[in-house]
């Protein structure tokens, strides 16, 4: 009989897998009786009853199949017997991406349902693994991880972006509390807490920075940030690649090392948390001389201890708390949010089921960067959709960035018409600052400048404009991209605000018009969309990328904060130049 | 205990089959020792009967549970002819477990032969088949057990289910 002929990539996937199998990921393989009783317990089942190949069991054994086939015995004499089956083409490899990427987030929650321990994340992720090293991964995963490998963190933030953003923020607090003390401290040596974050926070929400850092400030904490090394997030736990997980969290503790701190205080990130403070340790191996807590943890602490003081009622829209995957099921993280939520809140609504037990949002396991997976990954939030609705709360509070993205993707989807927010948030926004230190607000921030926004629903123009000109600015508005390069050349504004999605010739046309203009090129733009996936649509350009990206629904104080950085950013380089 | 899994509470019924299966199979295991090596131990009729008794709902569940493997499209998908076999051979081998309970080859020895055959066949079939399961159960069950029980995920602790209507 001929043997079928193996493609170079699958005959390194298979001589690799048996380099990854370990004592844990073969009972896994092996022990699974096909009882079919975690089928229900996978919210991608629920939210397609009619398609069994979404079961646990079924996505377990297309890893399973290429297994058995060429290490379990039964599988290489008698492969028909127990459906082993051995891959020879690449194609067969992209159909089994879609599966270990594409229709699972690796929440475990099927594992805690499976009555013989089989642990399908384990060797999912050891599937991905496998899958990444001969290049086979999804292209925003790729790239996203790219980023982490080549710049230190996955939204490819400078280094001197960052810390123009840190210095920013740093000055907004000292404006705030009238203290030229009020700083975020940047590598100090020998602080107490070094705090780490997720890019995201830089990128999309400084608010959590500058939250976090006016909590710090008030209890008094002796803390820094690290100029480098500062990542939580990770993307080699997410694709499966050892090398990079190992490299991302060996950066972190390495930083920490070398200022000497005594703990390593972790934002609220689901898996950033999972990866260092559980993880991590097993990838590199290093001995951590410090401390590592969750914020959650320290800003419990805080008001126990009395170094901050908070009043609940400032914080009196019901709640409900979504529990991360990484956070709870896989840390065991969930009475201390809770306990935190109780302390800040007047009105906390539990979702069922919760805890350990509760859904995935549908956007773990980096489906957040798998556009190509989006319409299967809304369709799973659906069990996610009736939970929150079920509790009739008009904010969920969840201690993951992965979730603040996947909730707020899933609450429009599903037009939901809730909120989501951090613990941070909520705690910043509770304290009591006993001091009076409230300093005088710049009325009209915006005058002088020149916003061009542009967007084909003119209510979006009508809220943009009536926004941007109560802060002071001149406001000009365009419908469509011809009309924006029009005005944009006559006009020469100092920000534009960009849809992406509009009849005719899109956003990203506009974008990179504007960038290969040369007397438009330093214009400062801002994508403000609907519709996340199209980012591609600009990522994907080669241009210089814009200077900041918000999601609609639009939330005003959102847009005035990243809309006053970008031209204050601005104002500053002009300056220097 | 089993019941803080899910799963479990979500289908009690279901599990009380898969225990008396498993009773089933534990006890037809031990009297394969019992009836060559302690024939008086299984001479009582009432522990006869309760025997045949046993056997025959492990059986009957087994027909359900095939029945279940070749309907829910989901059992389907993932049913490989092993689970299949492994499922028939156990029915088989309970029915004629209720044959040689009695244990009376004076009243003919083909339950008893038969009975003897099979549990010698299991030896031969089991380390390749999905029966090894209870082999490494205990295993996967450990390793899983001792990460998530070291970080404190088990022992699941669950909120309560909130009542309709309830803030």
Redesign the interface.
Known sequence: MLEKVRSHKVKKVIERMGKKLN??VV??L????????????CHY?LANPDD??F?P??KA?QIRKIFKRHFD??GRI?P????AQDFSTDEELEKLKDIVFGKCTNCRRC?????????FATFNRMARGLLTSVGIMPEGLAAVSKDQWEIGNQMGVLKEDYLETLEWLSDELEKEMGDPAARIPIDKMDADVVYAINPREIKYDPRTVSDAARIFYLAGENWTMASDGWDITNFGFFSGDDDLANTVVRRLFEKVIELGGKKLVLSECGHGYRSAR?EGPNWTGMDTPFGMESSVMTMLRYIQEGRIKVDRNKNDL?VTFHDSCNN????????EPRELLNLVVT?F??M??????NYCCSGGGGAMSMSEYTPLRLKAAKVKADQLQ???AKTVVTTCHNCVDALTDLIRHYKLGMKVTQLVNLVSNAVVVEEKVVAPVEVLILRGYKILVVDDEPDILTFLSAVFEDQGATVMQAADAEQALDLAGKEKPDLITLDLSMPGRNGGYVFEELRKNPELAATRVCIITGKPELRRLIYDRPVRPPEGYLDKPINEKSLLVNVRKILEVAHEEKKLN | M?WA????R??LFFYAQ?VLFHLAVGASITMSFVIPYAPSLIKPMVLVRGLQGLFAAGCLIGCYRLYRRLT????????????IFSLLLLMVWLFVSIGAAPNRPDQGEGSLLTYFIMTAFFLVYV????I??YL??P???????KS?GY???YP???????TPNK?
């Open positions: 004592r844990q009972g896994s092996v022990a699974c009786v096909h009882c079919g009783m975690c089928t229900e317990s089942v069994p190949t079961a069991a079924y054994d015995w039964t008698f028909w017997w127990v459906k594992s805690i349902n499976c009555p013989m321990g089989v642990d559980c019901p709870a099921r896989s840390c065991g993280f969930f009475e009105d609504r539990e069922y089921p919760n805890r350990a037990e079920a509790t009739e | 089993p899994m899910e799963s479990t979500q289908k898969f829910n499209p989901y059992i389907r998908q993932i049913s490989t002819p092993d689970d380390p390749f088949s999905k090894s399961h490494y159960y295993f996967t069950r450990y390793y899983f057990g998530m970080r404190g995920v699941i602790k669950r909120g309560p289910q909130p803030v």
